[in-house]
């Protein structure tokens, strides 16, 4: 059982439509992070929230951190094929910075 | 910079053969993570070092074992290679305090 539960597990869409992935857990974070890998390489940071109910925008990313710091969720507007990828989160459990734990991924895939 | 750089990128060993993956970051970071990535997922901690001189087992360390050579390196060895090995690996640096993790571009690893 992964600790981070992410969903959809895979999500094909066409350019322009909107859609939200969702992660969510049993267990408090004391951050949450949202990376995205391309193929062949290693994931990259998009954002971290740190905050219960924090929001950022990433221009036409936003990511939203539950109130109560278990649940997170990235909201794409008008997707774009630029925006094809694995998109992961990952969290630092409450009392534990040392590691941190990944959930299991979306594979999104935005065709023109 | 080159940020985290990681050898080799692939890897093909028969069963019970044994190598050393190795990477090294030039952000003068204190800790550094190896992971490994499987379909459907996400990333597993195999292993971790908080700082130089010490290394701590992750979610997934049977089978593995890390050496943090100096600030710069740290080395993930497979003794005697089984199949369930066959994995993607990747290294990652973090600066304390600090959030983000930086990931080296990943070894393709197939134990047949």
């Known amino acids: 059982t992964q600790l981070l539960e992410q969903s959809p597990q895979f999500l094909s869409i066409q350019e322009g439509e909107n859609l939200t992935v969702y992660c969510n857990s049993s267990s408090v974070f004391s951050s949450l992070q949202w990376y995205r890998q391309e193929p062949g390489e290693g994931p990259v940071l998009l954002v971290t929230?740190?905050?219960?109910?924090e929001v950022k925008k990433l221009k036409r990313l936003t990511f939203q951190f539950g109130d109560a710091r278990k649940d997170s969720s990235l909201h794409i507007t008008a997707a774009q094929p630029g925006d094809t990828g694995l998109y992961l989160c990952?969290?630092?459990?409450?009392?534990?910075?040392?590691?941190?734990?990944f959930g299991s991924g979306t594979q999104l895939t935005v065709l023109p | 910079n080159a940020g985290v750089t990681q050898t080799p990128k692939f890897q093909v060993l028969k069963t019970g053969q044994s190598m050393t993956l190795q990477c090294a970051q030039d952000?003068?970071?204190?800790?550094m993570y190896w992971y490994r990535q499987d379909p459907g997922m996400g990333l597993r901690l195999i292993y971790y070092?908080?700082?130089?001189?010490?290394?701590d087992k992750g979610e997934v360390p049977n089978g593995y074992n890390v050496s943090r050579l100096n600030k710069r390196e740290f080395s993930l060895r497979l003794e005697s290679a089984a199949p369930s090995q066959t994995s993607v690996y990747f290294c990652?640096?973090?600066?304390?305090?600090?959030?983000?993790?930086?990931f080296g571009p990943g070894t393709r690893l197939t134990v047949t």
């Open positions: 990952a969290g630092f459990v409450s009392g534990s910075a040392r590691q941190l734990t």
């Open positions: 929230v740190v905050t219960g109910g």
């Open positions: 070092s908080a700082s130089e001189g010490t290394t």
């Open positions: 990652a640096s973090r600066d304390w305090g600090a959030y983000e993790q930086y």
């Open positions: 952000m003068n970071h204190n800790s």
